[in-house]
């Protein structure tokens, strides 16, 4: 009984708190003296009140807008949407920043702010990728036009993880095919993962499931074109080792091409003996 009257006045004070500051929010939105409204609202931005600040900034635009003071009031309500992880909402309003005031001083911040808006819009890897490219383009953008800044690292940071983020999807398609049992498409897609990431510290992987996915292809092949497919096998293998020389996985890209080699040559001796017969 005792926690549950604590409980409830817990829930009268909360209540009582509550109805005190939506009491005192609104006396301040009636005021009509905008210097006031302004600290306030800043006010609430400093305690991370973002909708309460919002609110108020809104109300001051028409009369703060051409002043001195309206670059202030329109980068901070631009950062409000941003706390609110209202990303979309933000990026425009960082966009509109840049227009209105393109010589501030904060220009460069906030340039690097709308590029980064993109990249917390980065959807999940099973969705289309449409800002996570935006934000490599927005992010080189950046670094193009401000090859001085000290964000270069982090702008650069976040193009990797983009760069990683992409190849994984990739990835994950390539080997989707792959265990889908449609060989031929799984050594397109990796080869397409080794062109498209030329950078990968991984292009030995995909080079190995390249040669293991024509191997599995040339097998399930009619008799008429495996020669011709597991001849693939063993071009591929060759190109492997131009490629990666000093792999670990040298090996075993070249048990396939035994394996490929064996099985033109039984297919060649049974074509001949097949011809004698005749």
Known sequence: MAFKRYIQAALIVTLLLSITSCSKFSKIQKSTDVEYKLKMADEYYAKKKYKLAVQLYEELFPAYKGSQKFEHLYYQYAYCY????????????????????????????????????????????????????????????????????PRIKEASDVIDKCYEKMEMKDYRSAHLYY????????????????????????????????????????????PDKQVER???????YEDFIDRYPESKLLKSAEEYSKLSKKQINEIQHEQTASSAKR
């Open 179 to 222: 265990n889908l049992g449609q060989y031929r498409a799984a050594a397109l897609a990796f080869s397409d993962l080794i062109n498209n990431f030329p950078t990968t510290t991984k292009g030995d992987e995909y080079k190995l499931m390249v040669v293991k996915s024509y191997y599995k292809f040339a097998q399930m092949s009619i």
């Open 230 to 236: 597991f001849e693939k096998v063993t071009g591929e």
């Open 82 to 149: 941003y706390y609110q992880h209202l990303y979309k909402d933000a990026e425009n309003l960082f966009k509109g920043y840049l227009e209105v005031f393109p010589t501030s001083s904060k220009a460069e911040e906030v340039d690097y702010m709308r590029a980064y808006c993109f990249y917390k819009q980065s959807p999940k890897l099973e969705l289309e990728q449409v800002n996570t490219i935006k934000a490599m383009n927005m992010m080189q953008t950046f670094i193009n036009t401000h090859p001085g800044s």
